[in-house]
């Protein structure tokens, strides 16, 4: 059947998801089709008890799921997509046949299935499914459609039912016994246990010092050239045959491992003795070895690699990835993005073949096609690797993309094309130097290096690192040509010395990796699992890493020693191979959640019947009612408190965490100090308790308010101090009829213990109408984030200081407003110290004054001073060391809009970051980037946040 002509069927109904890919696809079938959006789930298990209709009561109203009669699950349409259901429903009595074209993965199919329940055609219907949204491919699809596959919806079902009960049954555990309004969740509750586990093996972390010793050797000739350079550096590895201590040599307690008897650790004092000793050693080349290098290509992304990639490259985290992929996707740029496989179909490796060949040339392409299995186990959701779509795919400067879409297109033509590419070949060399000390010790110094002779691959395409100071796969490190037994001189020794660090917190694309690698969860769910456990508060960001809130602690403790099979890793993980039996027809989904939730020989559970529907013995299953039911042995004060020292305890409390040391008399009320929202928890120490304890807390009272009689505070909030008021008992907090207490934070000039009545009003009296303008609009001064304005409907003009907030006459503000606005940043003022040139970017760093303190900069990275860093005394090592730190960290995810006149410099910082490591096509390519648009990206982003809802407390 032609979908581009009028035919005997009449008019086709066609439903997907999104109104972006109906409108794609609209594009594409022609008359007699009409393409409609479902907008994601129009239909799901009931939120909430008043969602259930009146006939169910008790525990299958309060669960959404009768489990007393196989778990039967109840469905409401969602509230907010009743009017869209009417719509198709009435497109659908208008039409001869119905075509569900949702995505192809499970969760597609579910959808594919309600809309099929809800609907209740009566003419034919079909499933259309297609991996791309381009026109051979839709018509390819409507041309051979299927029937619903009904084991990818009980598998989706399942799951759906399984995460419901163990939401809303583990979820008021922890509202009862730690704090409101908190969820768990099968996937979510595991995650969050990963990323408190690294944060203990930070805390219980002792670092270790040790030291050795860098050489720079020449080998004496002076007509050297890049290829042969005249000297080289090389690290000491041995002394006497004993191997000197490096990090690896130490555990977690800072003393060196067991079987380390062969290994010489030195400190400081004998690094230096060792130096000096061989300040006259003739040293010479003790061995050269020499191996051949071979790198083959990476291989096509799937929905995790994609998402690792993006983070290290583009700063993007795996929801930003995944909105953006999802994008490209619906208007006809990549393949489906929620995959598991990294195959590339026939039409795919020939288009990228044809590439190859176009751009780099006949050289640099491989005999026969390459071609990648999946390491991913039971890999399911789609067919084909994330891929530009097509049979010939456009080069990044010929999709008319921009901004983020640009970029994440380019990431992914760049490593399909990569992927059929040659391997990089060359040389990797060891030289071994060695000498001997006045007193008459054997040293031996070591030296790798690297030789590419064949870029290959590395052409197009080079993977990033998790770790910042990696080497990536294209560095070459050049050695002079030696042989054995030639002379060397010590043109520098140095001794350096070193600290073993704590284990690395996770980030989103190592917490994605690790996830994958334990075989948790689903990796097209993993996106929405690290928002959830961000949103959740169980989580939170610093720089690119993933910190744990005192929260989360709370929340993993009680799980651990209450619910500690539902958190154990193999567990989470045998489930996840259960659910894809069942998925597989190898398993029946009703014996298996009877044997989760009642347990072995519980309610309608008979004895055998897990193992009888394909799950082995079963063991790892059983009985989360009765966990769930005795809830006595729970002590929530025991699970929310943590030993700091012996006389300090931190407790999270309903308000947050604290810590507290009793009162040496008995009955009396002991001190308490409020920790900072955002602590690593890493970072309470017995000394930071102790100054906390010490400083001003609580609440101080300043007086009533003479109009109001309303109590006026001072408070110490996460912002910094802030005055407020309190209001009576009874005032309405939530609702329309909602009453919010007047809050004003403290001028720089003021401290807690120092502000006055007088001060709170003045500061509470804010913002302060200065008068009216020559047209009638209205002028206020206003203190904001960023310091004193003054705002005239949308003009906002700096004040010079917070004392101008109360003296700023309408002439003096009018006076301002006559001078022409200044546009980007003033002139800059001279640096406050020069500290030298950067040994990475190799330009001059100089310490500057900002807006939030003196920072350091070389003009490209910016790091700001810490406390206990001072302008006179900055050290150029120190001033080099935050640099490192800030580009180890990665790009600041920027959430506000640029100003208009900054889109331009925007444009170049985008350019540069999507020409980095690229073709000159690709680099044409970049060189046509054009700014995001971000108000259509966030408009985007809200449509299908509000198309995606879910409950509260049963996310995976």
Do not use: C
């Not at 009595?93 to 199919?109: H, I, N, P, Q």
């Not at 990294?342 to 044809?354: E, G, H």
């Not at 004040?799 to 006459?809: G, I, N, R, S």
């Amino acid at each position: 059947m032609s979908p581009s002509s009028e035919t005997a069927h009449g008019q086709r109904l066609v439903i997907v998801e999104s109104p972006a890919k109906a409108k794609t696809i609209k594009g594409y079938l022609g008359p007699g089709y009409i393409v409609e959006a479902s907008v994601g789930h129009i239909r799901d298990l009931p939120s909430t008890a008043a969602e259930v209709p009146d006939k169910y009561t008790g525990e299958v109203r309060r669960l959404g799921v009768d489990v007393d009669h196989d778990f039967a699950p109840i469905y409401v349409v969602n509230a907010d997509k009743k009017s869209q259901v009417s719509k198709l429903k009435s497109l659908l009595a208008e039409s001869d046949e119905l075509f569900l074209a949702t995505d192809e993965d499970r969760e597609g199919e579910a959808i594919a299935w309600h809309l099929q329940q809800v609907l209740k055609p009566k003419v034919p219907v079909h499933r259309m499914v297609f991996h791309e949204i381009t026109k051979s491919a839709i018509q390819e699809a409507v041309a051979n459609p299927r029937q619903l596959n009904q084991r990818l919806v009980d598998a989706q079902e399942t799951r759906r039912i399984l995460d419901r009960l163990y939401g809303f049954e583990v979820s008021p555990v922890l509202w009862k016994k730690v704090m409101p309004k908190l969820s768990a969740g099968r996937v979510q509750s595991v995650a969050t246990r990963l990323v408190v586990e690294r944060e203990r093996e930070r805390m219980a972390f002792h670092s270790a010092s040790y030291w050795d010793l860098v050489g720079t050797f020449g080998t004496g000739r002076t007509a050297a050239d890049a290829a042969n350079p005249e000297s080289f550096g090389a690290r000491l590895i041995a002394v006497d045959g004993k191997r000197i201590a490096s990090g690896r040599d130490f555990g977690q307690d800072g003393r060196l491992k067991a079987g380390s008897a062969n290994t010489l650790h030195l400190d400081e004092q004998a690094a230096r003795a060792l130096a000096a000793a061989l300040e006259q050693t003739a040293f010479s080349v003790r061995g050269v070895e020499s191996k051949p290098y071979r790198r083959s290509p990476y291989a096509p992304f799937r929905t995790t690699t994609l998402q690792q990639e993006a983070s290290r490259k583009l700063g993007f985290g795996a929801k930003r990835t995944m909105q953006v992929a999802q994008k490209l996707y619906e208007n006809g740029f990549i393949t489906y993005m929620r995959t598991d496989s990294t195959t590339l179909s026939d039409t795919a490796v020939s288009a990228a073949r044809a590439q190859v060949t176009q751009l780099y040339g006949a050289d640099y392409l491989p005999d026969a096609p390459r071609t990648y299995a999946s390491k991913v186990k039971n890999a399911q959701e789609a067919h084909e690797a994330v891929r530009p779509s097509g049979d010939r795919f456009r080069t990044p400067a010929e999709t008319g993309l921009s901004g983020d879409d640009f970029r994440l297109y380019e990431l992914i033509w760049m490593r399909t094309v990569a992927s059929q590419m040659k391997d990089a070949v060359g040389q990797s060399v060891t030289v071994k130097v060695a000498g001997r000390s006045a007193d008459g010790r054997d040293v031996e110094f070591s030296a790798s290096g690297k030789i590419i002779t064949f870029h290959g691959f590395l052409k197009a395409y080079v993977e990033g690192a998790d770790d910042p100071n990696a080497e990536l796969d294209d560095r070459e490190r050049r050695l002079p040509q030696v042989a054995q037994g030639d002379p060397l001189a010590a043109e520098q020794l140095t001794p350096e010395g070193h600290a073993t660090k704590p284990p690395a917190r996770y980030t989103e694309a190592s917490l994605v990796k690790e996830l994958e690698d334990r075989e948790i969860g689903r990796p097209s769910t993993y996106a929405s699992i690290i928002d959830t456990i961000i949103g959740r508060r169980y989580v939170f960001k610093k720089g690119t890493a993933l910190v744990p809130s005192f929260l989360s602690f709370a929340v993993v403790n009680l799980l651990e020693k209450h619910f500690g099979r539902l958190v154990d890793y193999d567990f989470t993980a045998k489930m996840e191979d259960d659910l894809d039996r069942i998925a597989a027809g190898e398993a029946q989904s009703v014996p298996w959640l009877k044997r989760f939730y009642f347990g072995e020989g519980g309610e309608g559970a008979a004895a055998g019947g897990a193992a009888e529907a394909g799950n082995g013995d079963g063991d790892h299953l059983g009985g989360l009612k009765e966990l769930v039911t005795d809830l006595g042995a729970i002590d929530a004060r025991e699970i929310s408190s943590f030993r700091v020292s012996d006389d300090i305890t931190l407790r999270v409390g309903r308000y947050g965490p604290y810590v507290e040391r009793a009162s040496e008399v008995e009955g009396e009320p002991g001190q308490r100090a409020d920790i900072p929202d955002e602590l690593p928890p890493d970072e309470l120490t017995v000394e930071l308790a102790e100054e906390l304890l010490a400083s001003p807390s609580g609440d101080y009272e300043l007086g009533p308010d003479p109009v109001s009689g309303n109590q006026l505070v001072a408070k110490k909030g996460r912002f910094g101090p802030y005055v407020t008021e309190i209001l009576p008992e009874g005032t309405p907090k939530t609702g329309k009829n909602a009453v919010k207490p007047r809050t004003a934070s403290l001028f720089k000039t003021m401290s807690l213990d120092t502000v006055t009545l007088e001060d709170a009003l003045k500061l509470l009296s804010l913002p302060r109408v200065v008068g009216v303008d020559q047209e009638g609009v209205e002028i206020t001064a206003q203190n904001g984030r960023y310091g004193p304005y003054l705002k005239r409907g949308t003009d906002s003009r700096s004040l010079a200081d917070e004392d101008q907030l109360f003296t700023v006459t309408l002439e003096e503000a009018l006076a301002i407003y006559a001078q022409p606005k200044q546009r980007g940043r003033a002139a800059a003022a001279p640096p406050l110290k020069e500290l030298g040139t950067d040994p990475v970017s190799e330009r001059p760093v100089v310490v500057k004054d900002g807006r939030f303190g003196p920072y350091v900069t070389d003009g490209e990275t910016n790091a700001t001073l810490r406390k206990d860093d001072a302008v006179e005394t900055i050290t150029p090592e120190r001033g080099y060391e935050l640099l490192a730190e800030k580009r180890a960290r990665g790009p600041v995810k920027k959430t506000a809009k640029k100003a208009p006149a900054k889109k331009a410099a925007a444009k170049k910082t985008a350019t540069k970051t999507a020409a980095k490591k690229t073709t000159a096509a690709a680099k044409t390519a970049a060189k046509k980037t054009t700014t995001a648009k971000k108000t259509a990206t966030k408009a985007t982003a809200a449509k299908k946040t509000a198309a995606s809802k879910t409950t509260a407390t049963d996310e995976g």
